[in-house]
T-cell receptor, first 110, second 113 residues
Framework: SQQGEEDPQALSIQEGENATMNCSYK?????LQWYRQNSGRGLVHLIL?????REKHSGRLRVTLDTSKKSSSLLITASRAADTASYFC??????????FGKGTRLSVIA | DTAVSQTPKYLVTQMGNDKSIKCEQN?????MYWYKQDSKKFLKIMFS???????INETVPNRFSPKSPDKAHLNLHINSLELGDSAVYFC????????????FGEGSWLTVV
């Protein structure tokens, strides 16, 4: 069954603005990851946050995790046109494989 | 220096045909996967192999048969193709430990006509 659900499904912003995407999941997890998919390409790993972590940064990316609410958010600061892509969250719970959500399609308009 | 490579990238074929998609990874990973991404971008795992052994087989028609000749290769063979099989198929690999990053190939666009 599908685990992660991203919200919103689509997001359109101006270059320079911040983009926030949310992910909710249903069962307890060990780790949550965010991936990016450019049009016509494979998924690329962005960042991993463990269940005992609350926040993580990587460059212009900031990920938060709230295990009590079973949710995570991905913030992209100072967005660029090149950030236009689909963003997926994926969760694992022990020996289970990663389960992906349907993704958020981000459009950054120059 | 492609880490996970899959071929062909595009495949158009008629209903009823049998086709294969090949995948190779040069990362030394123990685990390989096949994912299917439908037209709504939903990415669903199909199979997972660890050191050539099948460890996950989600609800997939038995027309789909993965074959792993060694831990660096995981091929996907599809018999009697149907219109609903049209999708993008992604091969991926990772180290066996849960939570490790998955490395994806560029995808194989299958269109059944």
């Amino acid at each position: 069954s599908q685990q992660g659900e991203e919200d919103p499904q689509a997001l359109s912003i101006q270059e320079g603005e911040n983009a926030t995407m949310n992910c909710s999941y249903k069962t307890s997890i060990n780790n949550l990851q965010w991936y990016r998919q450019n049009s016509g390409r494979g998924l690329v790993h962005l960042i991993l946050i463990r269940s005992n972590e609350r926040e993580k940064h990587s460059g212009r990316l900031r990920v938060t995790l709230d295990t009590s609410k079973k949710s995570s958010s991905l913030l992209i600061t100072a967005s660029r046109a090149a950030d236009t892509a689909s963003y997926f969250c994926a969760t694992d719970a022990g020996n289970t494989p990663l389960v992906f959500g349907k993704g958020t399609r981000l459009s950054v308009i120059a | 220096d492609t880490a996970v490579s899959q071929t062909p990238k595009y495949l158009v074929t008629q209903m009823g045909n049998d086709k294969s998609i090949k995948c190779e990874q040069n990362l030394g990973h123990d685990t390989m996967y096949w994912y299917k991404q439908d037209s709504k971008k939903f990415l669903k795992i199909m199979f997972s192999y660890n050191n050539k052994e099948l460890i996950i087989n989600e609800t997939v028609p038995n027309r789909f048969s993965p074959k792993s000749p060694d831990k660096a290769h995981l091929n996907l063979h599809i018999n009697s193709l149907e219109l609903g099989d049209s999708a993008v198929y992604f091969c991926a690999s990772s180290q066996i430990q849960p939570g490790n990053t998955i490395y994806f190939g560029e995808g194989s666009w299958l269109t059944v006509v």
